[in-house]
């Protein structure tokens, strides 16, 4: 561990793997650090007292056991988007302020979505296995175009709003509904209620950070509820969805196809009975594409969360 300079103003523990330019990036701002990214939890609550300042992507879950001994803590930051690992009420009563970096993998994000959606859209994933196989459909993989396609957005933060953009490059008209934000209608977007995306909606995508609210928000009910058969995107978080009931709209057609880049249980290792049999209906499914959470998960984005964080922490001064 670092010895302290006096000239510097303490120092961080980076507790997961980043990538390295944050060590000259807080470096420059005058923290000094530690970068332990294998270090356990038992680890991080017995040592939490000598650092300033705390760096992780999904460590752990940040509360109060682990901050038992964290007596000269003054932030946290969260290297990606969404803070459900974290007690923030805890944090907060503790003084010590929370940073995300919500706009460092936002292109990222909207980039991944829209590749997805293609890919569905147009059954890129089954001809390319099938033209591997030596069969040559042409009929039977005729796509669609997303020009002229209405899309529902439901949360408009960093990651719906940049992709939002993309969808009205491609000639989409795009309703997007937040239940925190209004006002927002542009040339990109038109602010929406739920009710109208139900009714007009034929692609829907999910940006929604998970709540107590989001939770299991998209089940049978909601499904049933939109007009039109739809294409689903979800690359937020996976416990907003129901599983078992989104492979019953698939089975009915009211959901056309699926891309899942999150899912409820990521361990799959560890999935329920009831989780098991959910992801074999879906992945026997030709109309469900799934990656493994990393829509924000790119070269640029690895490094622009580091700035991200290192401008917010800078601001603390």
């Known amino acids: 561990m670092n010895t302290i300079n006096p000239m510097k103003k303490g120092l961080v523990l980076i507790a ?8 000259p990036m807080l470096d420059e701002i005058g923290y000094l650090t530690d970068y332990q990214p294998s270090i356990s939890r038992n680890e ?6 000598n650092y300033v300042g705390l760096i992780l992507r999904s460590k752990t879950f940040v509360d109060k056991e682990l901050l038992t001994k964290a007596i000269n803590l003054k932030f946290i930051g969260r290297a990606g988007a969404g803070l459900d690992l974290i007690d923030i009420d805890y944090v907060n009563s503790k003084g010590i302020t929370l940073f995300a970096a919500n706009e460092g993998n936002r292109v990222a994000v909207a980039e991944h979505v829209i ?5 569905l859209m147009n059954n890129i994933l089954i001809a390319d296995k099938e033209v591997r196989k030596g069969v040559w459909l042409r009929e039977k993989n005729r796509g669609y175009e997303l020009m002229g396609k209405t899309v529902g957005i439901i949360g408009y933060g960093n990651n719906g709003a940049e992709t939002a953009k993309r969808l009205k490059a491609f000639g989409c008209k ?9 006002d927002f209608s542009d040339e990109v977007v038109e602010e929406s209620s739920l009710e109208r995306i139900f009714d007009e909606a034929e692609i829907l995508s999910l940006h929604t950070p998970l709540t107590s609210i989001t939770n299991k928000m998209v089940d049978k009910v909601f499904f049933s509820s939109f007009k039109n ?13 129901v599983l078992a009931d989104l492979c019953d709209a698939i089975e009915t057609g009211k959901v056309r196809g699926a891309c899942l880049d999150v899912l409820e249980n990521e361990k799959l290792q560890k999935l329920s009975d009831s989780q098991v049999n959910s992801l074999k209906k879906l992945s026997s499914s030709d109309r469900v594409i799934f990656t493994p959470h990393i829509a924000g998960w790119t070269y640029e984005s690895y490094i622009k969360i580091n700035e991200v ?5 800078a601001g603390l001064s």
């Open 115 to 119: 590749g997805m959606l293609l890919c």
């Open 174 to 182: 795009v309703l997007a509904y937040d239940k925190y934000l209004s």
């Open 44 to 49: 991080m609550i017995d040592k939490l007292g």
């Open 229 to 241: 058969d739809i294409f689903f995107i979800n690359a937020s978080r996976g416990e907003i969805v």
């Open 309 to 313: 964080l290192v401008e917010k922490i």
């Open 16 to 23: 997961d793997e980043m990538h390295l330019s944050l060590i």
